[in-house]
């Protein structure tokens, strides 16, 4: 059967199971394992009524393994055998799943594969392959979550916060395996946005559509990181940017502005503007302003100091930067870069260095380390030729 | 989630509080360890936070490239060798507070007299691919 039409059921089947008295963890576990036996028997004989005949399989699984535990308690314990009622969900199953699968009583890492689990309708396998864990942690993983959320009471709603925490960890993932992260996340946060009319799921969803429109740019073709200034503005998506900045005026009009709606916001004047030299950074850095105001963030007090240096020049970044935690990642690489356009090319260069050792991916420590070359490489040039006239 | 390598040293790291070479503890102290070290990484499988452990052979050999059309030279072992890795084992936790305690639970482990080790692990955070977010 069809892979995606397959994962797409996934949620509104787990919500059958549940409504037909069936536990969150069995039924979850059910329709999971009526999946991948989708995905084995292949599409010889594809099903006219998918979602019926995903339903049929997930209960039968579902009672199998009922019955296979109602007899080995009797076995066992000789007890009769207790099946813990889970919440009903409502009309919409994917928003209560989405709640359910974000639990703020979950650690960040086990929501992340519950979600992609039971609302991305992901296997374990390709969740564990994404993630470069074992299989089995990644199943002892999704079963502690399970069984965490078995304890508690869940007839309350979530915390929609924690919800979009969770979407925007899986979309800043990237890549992984054959799975491609960031465009599930896009998927599970188009579908949340479609049932859910909080201006915040908006934000999230326009941030995720203007950061992919630029996503082929990002990289070289030897796959090195290409900085924003020096980006190909070409080929970015410009159907993803207009879709973007469409869902965030009508996000920003309702006038309830939150965290993501301002990211959206600086992504969006990034993607405005025709070259780097043109980008409305006396802007950005209000939209900054906002953004601290909302967070209090560290980091986006880092990220703002990189938008005073361009709106006001690098020795007024330099200032900003003085008010910012200097063990914060990524500080020595914003130092570096206020540095070189201050024309302190020596100090640059080191900070750049420095910057490389703290890095905390490879793409990244080998940009850094290659800005460290280069800024050398132009300080010996300046030593190899002198100027013939005085500064 | 961020990923660990905890490195255990034959040689290289500060002296253990329990400083004993296992090739003079009692046949049970060995067991009691084997069974310490086989145990922790069982709770991490259940945790859902292993990824991996092995051990080495402290027989390393260095080898070079002595250019193109000759074989490679090889060198060593060197008794001198001022770091020699034990083995390792590669975890997936939520946060480096996690990883500290995992790395100080492993440092537990029993060796001579019975008496923990406590032995100096090295904690290394891996590098990750490329965050879709980095502006």
């Known amino acids: ?391 | 989630m961020p990923k660990y390598l905890l490195l255990k040293h034959y040689r290289g790291a500060p002296a253990s509080v329990n400083d004993v070479p296992m090739d003079q503890w009692t046949p049970e102290e060995i067991t009691a360890h084997v069974r310490y070290m086989e145990d922790f990484a069982a709770r991490l499988q259940t945790s859902g936070e292993y990824v991996d452990h092995r051990a080495l052979s402290p027989q390393g050999t260095f080898v070079r490239s002595d250019g193109e059309g000759r074989p490679p030279i090889t060198d060593g072992p060197f008794a001198e060798t001022k770091d020699l890795i034990a083995g390792w084992m590669l975890i997936d936790v939520e946060t480096y507070e996690r990883a500290l305690e995992l790395a100080g639970e492993l440092s537990e482990a029993p060796g001579a007299g019975g008496k923990p080790i406590r032995e100096w692990l090295e904690l290394r955070p891996l590098l990750t691919a490329m965050p879709t977010v980095t502006e």
């Open chain 1, 1 to 391: 059967m069809n892979e995606s039409l397959l994962r797409e059921l996934v949620p509104a089947v787990i919500g059958v199971l549940v409504r037909r008295g069936a536990d969150f963890a069995s039924a979850e576990d059910a329709v999971q394992e009526a999946v991948i036996r989708a995905l084995q028997t292949g599409p010889d004989d594809p099903p006219r009524d998918p979602k019926g005949w995903l339903v049929a399989a997930a209960w039968r699984k579902f009672l199998d393994a009922t019955r296979a535990e109602t007899s080995r308690r009797e076995r066992e314990l000789a007890v009769e055998h207790e099946r813990p009622t889970g919440p009903v969900p409502g009309a919409d199953d994917s928003l209560w799943l989405y709640f359910l699968c974000a639990h703020p009583s979950l650690s960040p890492g086990s929501a992340v594969a519950l979600t992609l689990r039971a609302v991305g309708g992901l296997t374990t396998r390709q969740i564990a392959t994404a993630y470069l864990v074992p299989e089995a942690t990644m199943a002892q993983r999704i079963s502690r979550a399970k069984r965490r959320l078995a304890g508690l009471p869940l007839d309350r709603p979530g915390d929609p916060a924690t919800v979009l925490r969770v979407l925007y960890l899986v979309f800043n993932e990237g890549y992984g395996g054959d799975i491609d992260l960031a465009a599930e996340a896009i998927r599970l946060t188009r579908q949340l946005a479609a049932a859910s009319d909080e201006p915040e799921v908006a934000g999230l969803l326009a941030l995720m559509l203007l950061h992919h429109a630029r996503r082929s740019s990002r990289t070289g073709p030897d796959g090195r990181l290409v900085p924003l200034a020096e980006q190909d503005r070409t080929r970015w998506d410009t159907t993803l940017i207009s879709e973007g900045v469409t869902i965030l005026q009508a996000a920003l009009a309702r006038d309830r502005l939150g965290e993501y709606q301002a990211q959206a916001a600086i992504a969006a004047l990034h993607a405005d503007a025709p070259t780097a030299a043109e980008t409305d950074w006396v802007q950005i850095v209000e939209w900054y302003d906002e953004l601290l105001r909302l967070t209090g963030s560290p980091v986006v007090r880092l990220n703002r100091a990189v938008a005073v240096g361009e709106a006001d020049g690098p020795r007024a970044g330099l200032a900003e930067l003085n008010t910012v935690d200097p063990d914060l990642p990524r500080y020595a690489a914003v130092h570096a870069y206020l540095l070189e356009r201050a024309g302190d090319l020596e100090q640059a260069a080191d900070r750049y260095a420095a910057a490389s050792r703290t890095a905390t991916s490879v793409p990244e420590r080998d940009h850094l380390t290659r800005e460290a070359a280069r800024v050398r490489e132009s300080l010996r040039r300046r030593t190899e030729q002198p100027t013939t006239f005085t500064e």
